[in-house]
């Protein structure tokens, strides 16, 4: 969908965190890997991204979703199914829930 840049507010502004960029931050933060870090790009300022998901998402369950699948994805834990079996999650709500902290930080670090 085409925003319209002749609109009485005025255009957007610029997105400066994308979600699709602070999903490579976490996950370079995560994994602690140089080539991750490289894929990322340039990082925020100096905020200490792996505290991102205490300082940014309030809901524990969204919380914890995002936390399990950052685990998954750097090898800490054996599979994000299985994290979802223990925790009782369903995993399509709980790839939601992943997704919604992720959008949730970048609005947050957007608006600071």
Do not use: H
């Not at 979600?19 to 490289?38: F, H, K, M, N, Q």
């Not at 829930?97 to 992720?102: K, L, S, T, Y």
């Amino acid at each position: 969908m085409m925003k319209n840049p002749l609109r009485i507010e005025g255009p957007d502004p610029p997105e400066t965190y994308p979600p699709t960029r602070v999903r490579l931050w976490l996950l370079a933060a995560w994994i602690g890997s140089a080539d991750a870090d490289e894929a990322a790009g340039p990082k925020p300022g100096d905020r200490r991204v792996q505290r991102w998901p205490e300082l940014y998402v309030a809901d524990w369950r969204m919380k914890a979703q995002l936390k399990a699948w950052l685990n998954a994805q750097a090898g800490r834990e054996p599979s994000f199914r299985q994290a979802c079996i223990n925790n009782g999650w369903s995993r399509d709500s709980a790839i939601r829930g992943v997704e919604m902290a992720i959008v949730t930080i970048s609005i947050n670090l957007s608006s600071a």
